[in-house]
Structures are given as C-alpha cells and as structure tokens.
C-alpha cells in the first residue's frame, strides 16, 4: 500500500508503522496546474464511544487531515463525523466508516498525516501517515489516473448525490486493498485520457496480475473503438482460489499491434485461509521451511507474529487470529516478512527487525511489560538506534527524561521521553517525525507537579 515511509540507510530504517485506520489514495486529471485527489480512509467503529440515541447508538469523531510539503502545512482538513447504528442493525458496529476527503492539488510530493479523536473518550487518539507522490497528468497525450481499488462497484446506481458517485457509477473505495474469501473479489476503477492520441482507430486495454515473485496469475485484453476521447475502466476479478499473499495489478493501454503505450500499477493483498503460501504451490513451503520459521513450534510462532505487531496492519492480525494450524501459522508468517520487506533481503530484514526486538528487550523492559512493549522499545525497533541520547536523570524539580536524536530521519528529528511512574516506564511525550505524537511543550509534562 502507499502508506510506506521512504527509508534512509541501513543504520536506521524506519519500518513501517500501521495504525488502526487504513487510508489509500488515488490521483484523477484535473487541469494544467492540478490534480483531483482522492483520499480514502477506514475507520472502525470498534474504537468509538457509541451512546443510546433515538432508534439505536451514535457516535461522534473529530477528525483532522493534516498536508505537509517541504516541512510546512501545506493544507489542514478538519471536520466532524457522525455515525449512527440503527437498533435493528447491531451488526453495523462490527463493520467500519468508509468515507473520502477530495483536495486539488499540484502535482509534487506531500506528507500526509490523519488524527481520529473521540469527544466521548479523550484516551483515543489515533492518527496515520503516509507520503504520497502526486504525478501530473498530461493533457495531450494518453495517460491513464491512478488506480482504485474498491469494495464495490455499482453501475446501475442512482445515488448521483452519494459522495462515491462519479462518472454514472458508485465506486466505494477499499482503503485496506485485501480481497478473498471472506472480503470479496478484486475490483477495480481507473480513468483513461486523451485517446484520440493514440495511434489508429481502435486500442487494446490490458490488465495483469501477478504474484510477489512476477509470476503471470491472470490476463485479459479488451478491444476498445476510440468513440471519445476519455472514458473510465472498471473490473471485478475472483480471488477465491488464489494462494494468500502479496499480488500487483498492472493496467495498460496499447495499440492495434500490442505496443503498450502508457502503464499503471499497484499492489494488493490476497487472503484465502483454505490456500495459504505452500498448500498448493510447489516452492514457497521449501522457502519457509529453509529459515528458521521452519524449526520454530506453535507458541514461538505466535510469539513472533506478536514482535511484528509494529508492521502489521488490523486487518492482517486479524486475518492470523482465523488461523489453527501450525504450517498455516508458519506459512502466513512468512507472507508477512516478504510483504514488508524493505531491504530486498527478507531474511536479513527479519533478523534485523528481532535483533532490535531483542536489544529492546534487554535494555528497556519496563515494570509488567517487556522492553519491545514499551514507547522506547517501539521507537528502536522501527527507527533504529538513535544518533544520539542525552540522559537526565530525576532533579527535584523535574522527572527523569530522555531525549533521542536521528539525524538521518526527515532532515533530523528528536524523541523525548519521561518516566512518569518511576518504574524506567518512559513514555513519549514529543516528537517532530510526522505521525508520531507531537507536544511541544513537554517540558511542562515534565515538571513535577504538573
């Protein structure tokens, strides 16, 4: 997904942080001068406070949609939601907000921070980021937007009124990107340009997919008769039978004689319980049984799974709680190592990441909690060890606080932590990295008394 933080050098990588809510984004032509941006988000109703309200349970959230450019807001969103669940409908709750923020934009490169408050719950403060890459769109040439992958696609809806209604269809946006048995077929919407550019008087429309290896897993190629010069492009594609994992679809549109004249694509996730990595393609188990993944029993697996929880999104620890068997177990765990490898090496990525788990572990374990649990533990296993630390200890009129320097990261960022309890808990107070808690006046925090 497009949630990816750029990485510096191998002496800090900064892993990718997951929060609750998934986001995805999509770029459509606009003008000369800006693009159409659709931004996507999925908030589960499992984190709001819902109170008794006429005819079932409401919910109120406020959130904040933060567009940073070159270190300084470039655009700030803020606006409230509120969601009602019917009394005949309880099961709504288990289900989450699908919404969209439209922005028009110049093309260039923005970093994108979304926070999700509670009035009902002052405890729950969430918030996302990502960067994304704004490309412009020509105005003359074929060009194509970005992909959408969605939950669904209505072309017989009336609903002109409906925020996900364009072009005389009703494309519900899947900011989460994972299809299969139990999450539907793959779907998918584009927009494509100035046709009248290509060569002739007809054009082939092609998508692929294919697995995280570049191995071919479907075709189709339409003929299309250039009647106007823009149109839209839309698919829905059975993933049920599909072996779990990582896929990317390309789109293209090519010439009477296959020449591919302009190229898009992106990447999506499979989960099928009953067709995990190894249970019906030859290979990817002799891959897993080769690392050590192989040799490790069921609760060190599970243990595992629960170091990598700072990679993995809701969605994907909830697709491994459906789990029961061990070689699945193994097997999925894999899928999540390939997925969110950084390095082009999964196995040196992984012993990366559970070499900082373990030095967590023995230098910031914390009263009741192990050192990976901790905010510092956190911090290191996915930024790394810091440039610098400057240590204080307690004075009488401040607690002990600890500021972590790197300058690698974001042109140079700081940590600042305190212990709060006198247990050597110390929690983040502040940071200037983007998505991360940001105070600045944490000194405060930090004077006893306070």
């Not at 030859?282 to 629960?306: C, N, P």
């Not at 909830?318 to 090496?345: F, P």
Request: aromatic residues 12%; contains cysteine.
């Amino acid at each position: 997904m497009r949630r990816a933080i750029v990485l510096t050098c191998l002496l800090v990588i900064p892993f990718v942080v997951s929060a609750k809510v998934d986001m995805d984004y999509a770029v459509f032509r606009y003008d000369n001068g800006q693009v159409d941006w659709e931004i996507f988000y999925s908030l589960p109703r499992t984190l709001l406070t819902y109170a008794p309200s006429p005819g079932g349970s409401s919910a109120t959230v406020i959130l904040d949609l933060k567009i940073m450019q070159n270190n300084a807001v470039w655009k700030e969103l803020t606006w409230q939601l509120n969601d009602i669940i019917p009394a005949d409908q309880p099961g709504k709750k288990e289900m989450a907000i699908i919404d969209r923020a439209k922005v028009l934009a110049p093309p260039g490169t923005y970093a994108v921070v979304f926070y999700i408050k509670d009035p009902a719950n002052p405890a729950m403060i969430d918030s996302t980021s990502f960067t994304a890459e704004l490309r412009a769109i020509s105005q003359t040439e074929p060009a194509l937007s970005d992909l959408e992958f969605a939950s669904i696609i209505d072309k017989n809806s009336s609903e002109t009124d409906n925020p996900f209604y364009k072009n005389t269809l009703k494309v519900v946006p899947n900011p989460n990107r994972v299809y299969g048995q139990e999450y539907g077929p793959l779907q998918f919407y584009i927009e494509t340009y100035n046709l009248m550019a290509l060569p002739g008087e007809s054009y082939i429309v092609r998508y692929t997919l294919s697995d995280d290896t570049g191995k071919l897993k479907y075709r189709k190629a339409l003929a299309r008769k250039k009647k106007v010069d823009s149109s839209v492009e839309f698919a829905t594609i059975p993933v049920d039978t599909m072996v779990s994992g990582a896929y990317t679809l390309k789109f293209s549109l090519a010439d009477t004689s296959g020449k591919e004249q302009v190229l898009r694509q992106d990447k999506f996730f499979v989960y099928n319980k009953d067709r995990m990595p190894g249970s019906g393609e030859g290979g990817m188990m002799a891959v897993a049984l080769s690392t050590e993944l192989g040799a490790l029993d069921e609760k060190a697996i599970d243990q595992e799974f629960r170091y990598a929880g700072y990679l993995t999104s809701p969605e994907e620890k909830q697709l491994y709680k459906t789990i029961k068997e061990l070689e699945a177990k193994r097997n999925y765990l894999l899928a999540v190592w390939k997925a969110k490898d950084r390095l082009g090496d999964v196995s040196k990525f992984r012993e990366e990441y559970l070499a900082r788990v373990k030095y967590s572990n023995d230098h910031y374990a914390a009263f009741k909690k192990e050192g990976w649990q901790t905010d510092r533990g956190r911090v290191y296993i996915l930024y790394g060890p810091p440039s610098y630390v400057n240590r204080n200890p307690s004075t009488e009129g401040l607690r002990p606080y600890e500021t972590w320097d790197y300058n690698e990261l974001q042109g140079g960022v700081v940590f600042v932590f305190a212990d709060f309890s006198g247990f050597k808990d110390y929690q983040l107070l502040h940071s200037d990295l983007i998505g991360e808690v940001h105070y600045e006046n944490y000194m405060e925090r930090i004077k006893r008394g306070y």
